[in-house]
């Protein structure tokens, strides 16, 4: 992985060392933490939830460092490296640990200890990975743009229905056609940190809410999060409608055909929702 967070200086006083006097004396010491993130979630979404507080990083390192009273810098170094790694997305680390006054006979300005590490390494679970399905619609100015806009949003798509245009359903009479596409998403968000995003990216492309149903240059929504159940205020998922709604199970049956209800085409009336073709990115 090529994505790095580095934390270079960290200062920090503990009891650290094999000799008397080290034992009663705490030394100053300099931390450098170089954290492996995947950093393409964030790039994205511009969303502190996608990456890794540096700052919380740093308090905690100072804080193993400090109540340290460990003989040896590779004790403590390895510590620090276990207590990176706890971070949810941290996939290694590198530390350096530096005794800024050395005990020796012979002239030195530091000595230091150096590892790297990985969540293997250290025995931390690995990340929690949820493919969710998301359908977008849009039916004012650009609308392929503006679908364009939802998927690089998302964060890591991992497959795309075709585009599909459709006949709109409920709200005012006089609103012009959709366009509709459902996606995967790979994401280790929660469902609220990922109907966050989601809410973030309808504003992006400047969505209002004045009509229910009514013409909306960006729909996003959370059709299904795994296998989660929930039903809240603010979220409910499986969506409440999706299994009702042709131009949902569409595109949904096109990239997880798994996911749709049984015998839905058969139950769903039809016509109203024709396959334009694959949307295109660049």
Not at 2 to 28: C, F, K, M, N, Y
Not at 64 to 88: G, H, Q, T
Not at 272 to 278: K, T
Request: aromatic share 4%; with cysteine; hydrophobic share 40%.
């Amino acid at each position: 992985m090529s994505d790095r967070i580095d934390i270079s200086g960290l200062r920090a006083v503990t009891i650290v060392g094999a000799l008397p006097h080290e034992r009663e004396i705490p030394q100053p010491l300099k931390i450098d933490l170089s954290l492996e993130v995947d950093l393409r979630d964030a790039g994205s979404s511009d969303e502190l939830d996608d990456t890794v507080h540096y700052g919380l990083v740093a308090d905690r390192v100072v804080a193993v460092v400090e109540e340290s009273k460990d003989i040896l810098l590779e004790r403590l170094v390895a510590r620090i490296a276990d207590e990176v790694l706890s971070f949810d997305r941290v996939e290694a680390i590198e530390v350096e640990l530096t005794k800024l006054r050395p005990p020796l006979a012979v002239d030195a300005s530091t000595t230091s200890v150096r590892i790297r590490r990985t969540r293997a390494d250290a025995d931390v679970p690995a990340r929690t990975v949820t493919a969710a399905y998301v359908a977008l619609g849009s039916n004012l100015g650009d609308r392929e743009s503006f679908l364009r806009l939802g998927v690089l949003g998302l964060g890591h798509v991992t497959a795309m229905s075709s585009v599909y245009e459709t006949d709109p359903v409920g709200g005012p009479d006089d609103q012009g056609p959709y366009l509709n596409m459902v996606v995967e998403v790979e994401t280790s968000l929660d469902p609220f940190a990922l109907l966050r995003r989601c809410r973030r990216i309808e504003s992006e492309a400047m969505r209002q809410r004045s009509v229910r149903w009514g013409p909306r240059t960006l729909d996003v929504d959370i059709i299904q999060f795994g296998d989660v159940r929930i039903d809240s205020d603010d979220l409910v998922v499986p969506h409440p409608r999706f299994a009702e709604r042709r131009f949902v199970l569409e595109p949904l049956a096109e990239i997880a055909p798994d996911r749709c209800p049984d015998g839905w085409d058969a139950e769903l009336e039809p016509g109203g929702v024709h396959r334009r073709g694959p949307l295109v990115l660049d």
